[in-house]
């Protein structure tokens, strides 16, 4: 009988050990996991960041583009869809990722009229005339700012500010921390800063369904 008891009494601590093991585990694990989420919103936001949409809004879609790619190209209406969409609740934050060769010097000149409150139009007018100023993937930094001198912007001010160090600041800590977050590909997505678990319009909608429904 004492070794019965005694059997038992074993077995049950096992258990509980393994209990408290798992629960410890399950802690550790979670607790490592909300130290990247902040490591991931720390890097994912730049004050003066161009942003579309209420800037109150409890959903924030962190998108980092290249201009030149035609995938972000392509998105682009499809992100205002999602803004539209939640009337008031999702606001768009956009950060550089020249992945394309020249494209460093695009996005300065993207920058550069967000300085003069011109970035949303220069965008517009860059996706909307991309084969004129992208060559077999490559940018051509001389016709882009063609392009965008045709927009209502101080032209001297425009060429001038590109190589302002605020700008080459901007985009360097856009570069940084695009690699910081593993950002090899554009367009990336996060959604209150969690990454997209595959690519494609269906899952960046249903990140924006969750955030909503969890912020609201």
Request: charged letters at 20%; aromatic letters at 8%; hydrophobic letters at 45%.
């Amino acid at each position: 009988m004492n070794r019965k008891i005694l059997f038992i009494s074993v077995g049950g601590a096992l258990l509980l050990i393994f209990f408290v093991a798992m629960v410890l585990f399950q802690e550790h694990k979670a607790g490592q996991q909300s130290a990247a989420t902040r490591d991931n919103m720390a890097a994912l936001h730049r004050e003066g960041a161009p942003i579309k949409g209420p800037h109150d809004a409890k959903v924030t879609i962190v998108e980092f583009f290249d201009p030149a790619c035609e995938t972000c190209r392509e998105f682009h209406p499809l992100v205002a869809q999602l803004i539209e969409q939640y009337p008031g609740k999702v606001k768009v934050e956009m950060r550089y990722a020249p992945l394309h060769p020249g494209s460093d010097q695009v996005v300065a000149m993207l920058e550069a009229a967000h300085r003069q409150g011109k970035f949303w139009q220069s965008l517009e007018l860059l996706f909307g005339n991309q084969s004129r100023w992208v060559i077999e993937h490559q940018s051509q930094p001389m016709r882009a700012h063609t392009l965008l001198g045709t927009l209502e912007v101080d032209r001297k001010r425009l060429s001038e500010d590109m190589n302002h160090p605020e700008v080459v600041q901007v985009v360097q800590q856009d570069v940084q921390d695009g690699q910081r977050l593993n950002v090899r590909a554009t367009p990336e997505f996060f959604v209150n800063g969690r990454p997209m678990p595959s690519f494609g319009f269906e899952q960046l909608s249903l990140l924006v369904k969750e955030a909503v429904a969890d912020a609201y």
